[in-house]
């Protein structure tokens, strides 16, 4: 069973930064592609950043410029930098990993939620 454990949500004040860790742990052939998501209440979970194997990273327009999305393959670990944060920024963040258990098994799993609290 696959698991992603998230780290490093909290308070910070607007102008502040956070950084977030997801880790994904169990047995697998390979971690895909690995995101941020982020939701707050009555709002549908939207992208924050997303990361390729090969680095390759895309954002929300909200967060360009302010966030920084980064990983290591050799932890399968995914990374996001927050600075600037700003009150919007607060809600509950996702880590998002698409893995390959075996050549042509692919499954997408989420990480129990880190909340981010911006106070202005």
């Known amino acids: 069973q696959v698991q992603l454990v998230e780290s490093g949500g909290g308070l910070v004040q607007a102008g502040g930064s956070l950084r977030l860790s997801c880790a994904a742990s169990?047995?697998?052939?390979?971690?895909?592609?690995m995101g941020w998501y982020r939701q707050t209440p009555g709002k549908q979970r939207e992208l924050v950043a997303r990361?390729?194997?090969?680095?390759?990273?895309n954002y929300a327009d909200s967060v360009k410029g302010r966030f920084t999305i980064s990983r290591d393959n050799a932890k399968n670990t995914v990374y996001l930098q927050m600075d600037s944060l700003k009150p919007e920024d607060t809600a509950v963040y996702y880590c998002?990993?698409?893995?390959?258990?075996?050549?042509?098994?692919?499954?997408?799993?989420w990480g129990q939620g880190t909340q981010v609290t911006v106070s202005s």
């Open positions: 998002n990993a698409a893995i390959t258990y075996y050549p042509g098994v692919d499954r997408d799993h």
């Open positions: 169990g047995r697998f052939f390979r971690v895909n592609a």
């Open positions: 990361i390729t194997r090969n680095d390759n990273t």
